[in-house]
């Protein structure tokens, strides 16, 4: 979904800048008028199906959703393996589960960043960022009843360059964080019903 991260306090009163940095700006601000007119279209459910493949390694395979008054399929499935390292009892056949959030998050913020400065004309030169994600294995490992499972903190930052002033840059990297599907559920939670079949 391109136009995550931009809203209308983002949208300039002038004419809409042309396609930059990988972006259709024309087609994300049509996006943001449409739903603007529509909003019914912006309901999407996203999905995901897992396949347990021996000890701690899985396979989840991302193939179709819904939204924009439709169903729609990807290109292809997107697979991504999940293992843990042997110092975690896994063979280490993917990341683990806790590295695919931190990706989660990095790939939402930095498609925001692309987006927002598209819509703000500002070119990219370069967008890196690295996270960290702490956690205590005595919650998961039950060995520890005021431990969390998950991480106890996380931090992101980014290195961006581009025809901007420094001021500028970080007002994108702002904005895409204001605007971030993830960085919202991550710090806002989301309520999750777990079911079982047999």
């Known amino acids: ?55 701690t390694h899985m396979r989840t395979t991302m193939s179709d959703f819904s939204g924009a008054g439709g169903e729609h399929s990807h290109k292809s499935a997107y697979m991504a393996e999940a293992d843990h390292p042997p110092v975690l009892c896994g063979q280490d056949n993917g990341a683990t589960p806790v590295e695919y ?4 998050l990095a790939a939402c913020l930095t498609a925001g960043i692309a987006n927002i400065a598209a819509a703000r004309g500002i070119t990219l030169h370069s967008v890196t960022s690295s996270l960290e994600g702490d956690m205590d294995l005595r919650g998961i490992l039950g060995l520890s009843k005021t431990v969390r499972n998950g991480f106890s903190g996380m931090r992101v930052c980014f290195d961006i360059k581009g025809d901007a002033p ?30 079982t079949n047999t």
């Not at 800048?17 to 700006?25: E, F, V």
């Not at 024309?26 to 996006?31: H, I, M, N, Q, S």
């Not at 559920?185 to 777990?194: R, S």
């Open 1 to 55: 979904m391109s136009a995550h991260a931009i809203s209308a306090e983002t949208m300039p009163a002038k004419k809409i800048p042309a396609p930059l940095n990988g972006i259709s700006t024309p087609a994300l601000f049509a996006t943001i008028d449409v739903v603007k007119n529509q909003p019914q279209l912006a309901a999407f459910q996203f999905r995901a199906r897992g396949d347990w493949l021996g000890g």
């Open 101 to 104: 959030v931190l990706h989660a």
């Open 166 to 195: 420094e001021a500028k840059l970080k007002e994108v990297v702002q904005q895409a964080c204001a605007r971030s599907a993830v960085l919202d559920i991550l710090t806002n939670g989301v309520p999750i019903k777990v079911e």
